[in-house]
Nanobody, 131 residues
Framework: HVQLVESGGGQVQTGGSLRLTCVASGDIIGRYCMGWFRQIPDRELEEVAAIDTDDYTTYGDSVKGRFNISQHNDKNTLYLQMNSLKSEDTATYYC??????????????????????????WGQGTQVTVS
């Protein structure tokens, strides 16, 4: 079992920056692809960014050029650097991890139909409020 814990959320001004962190622990075997999602009220869960085992990254159109996803050298810590924050970025942010190659492919190339059901490991979320 893999546990994910997000941190780093908070309240920031428009145009400001935050860095979210997701730490993985537990039965970590092999390499995992990972991603960040966010839940905005009255909207579907939105994929924000993803990174595969080769450090290839993808981003949602709404955050491209402003957010950056990366991993620590040990691959157990995931980051989301958020810059030029807008009020529209206000959401609960979740990290997810997946080892299955097929699901990893779908995550990185934005082909998931139901992320909550298709990705195995999820964190509890961290709130980001931009005002």
């Amino acid at each position: 079992h893999v546990q994910l814990v997000e941190s780093g959320g908070g309240q920031v001004q428009t145009g400001g920056s935050l860095r979210l962190t997701c730490v993985a622990s537990g039965d970590i075997i092999g390499r995992y692809c990972m991603g960040w999602f966010r839940q905005i009220p009255d909207r579907e869960l939105e994929e924000v960014a993803a990174i595969d085992t080769d450090d290839y990254t993808t981003y949602g159109d709404s955050v491209k050029g402003r957010f950056n996803i990366s991993q620590h050298n040990d691959k157990n810590t995931l980051y989301l650097q958020m810059n030029s924050l807008k009020s529209e970025d206000t959401a609960t942010y979740y990290c997810a991890a997946e080892r299955d190659l097929s699901q990893c492919h779908k995550l990185v190339f934005r082909l998931l139909d139901s992320p909550l059901n298709e990705l195995k490991h999820w964190g509890q979320g961290t709130q980001v409020t931009v005002s």
